[in-house]
T-cell receptor, first 114, second 108 residues
Framework: SQTIHQWPATLVQPVGSPLSLECTVE??????LYWYRQAAGRGLQLLFY??????ISSEVPQNLSASRPQDRQFILSSKKLLLSDSGFYLC?????????????FGEGSRLTVL | QKEVEQDPGPLSVPEGAIVSLNCTYS??????FMWYRQYSRKGPELLMY????GNKEDGRFTAQVDKSSKYISLFIRDSQPSDSATYLC????????FGAGTRLTVKP
């Protein structure tokens, strides 16, 4: 069966510090990978998605970047965090070639920027 | 206008009640309609999935899609305290778009 791991689960970072969130998927090959941010009362905002190694599409220009160094690894980064980067970050995957909206989410990473 | 509109609630009902959750949308290209359930401090999990208009039933849950009205619903029968969660509607015509989520509490 497929599983998705996301870490760290919780982190508190000062403004201006760097960020790295990691996500790995097991039990499937060539998945589509996604990073979402969830703010209270605003639903899920798509930040980045990837259909293959090194292929990253950005939905919203911002202080964050994403990379996909391996087929089942997806990394969200920032060089300098802003207060507005606080939120609940979710990694997700879907089957390659299926545009049905069926997404499988990780447990999330709660980021607080102070 | 947002592509997907969902009343964030909160919604509180007694155990055993029928719950109705709804979303409206504006993009006619949406073909796939989903409901995700998210427990506190967890990632969302897919609850119901429907293609195009019609009804789909799974146990106590029924999803309805009315494409002519751009309106989707999720009904929960005989609601249980374990149903307390945030319910997010989602739609796809390529890229998935989510509603804001409705926070539901079922009181024993």
């Amino acid at each position: 069966s497929q599983t998705i791991h996301q870490w760290p689960a919780t982190l508190v970072q000062p403004v201006g510090s760097p960020l790295s969130l990691e996500c790995t998927v097991e039990g499937t090959s060539n998945p589509n990978l996604y990073w979402y941010r969830q703010a209270a009362g605003r639903g899920l905002q798509l930040l980045f998605y990837s259909v293959g190694i090194g292929q990253i599409s950005s939905e919203v220009p911002q202080n964050l970047s994403a990379s996909r160094p391996q087929d089942r690894q997806f990394i969200l980064s920032s060089k300098k965090l802003l207060l507005s980067d606080s939120g609940f970050y979710l990694c997700a995957w879907s089957h390659r070639g299926r545009n049905t909206g069926e997404l499988f989410f990780g447990e999330g990473s709660r980021l607080t920027v102070l | 206008q947002k592509e997907v509109e969902q009343d964030p609630g909160p919604l509180s009902v007694p155990e055993g009640a029928i719950v109705s959750l709804n979303c409206t949308y504006s993009n006619s290209a949406f073909q796939y309609f989903m409901w995700y359930r998210q427990y506190s401090r967890k990632g969302p999990e897919l609850l119901m999935y429907t293609y195009s208009s019609g009804n789909k039933e799974d146990g106590r849950f029924t999803a309805q899609v009315d494409k002519s009205s751009k309106y989707i619903s999720l009904f929960i029968r005989d609601s249980q305290p374990s149903d307390s969660a945030t319910y997010l509607c989602a739609m796809s015509g390529g890229t998935v778009r989510f509603g804001a989520g409705t926070r539901l509490t079922v009181k024993p």
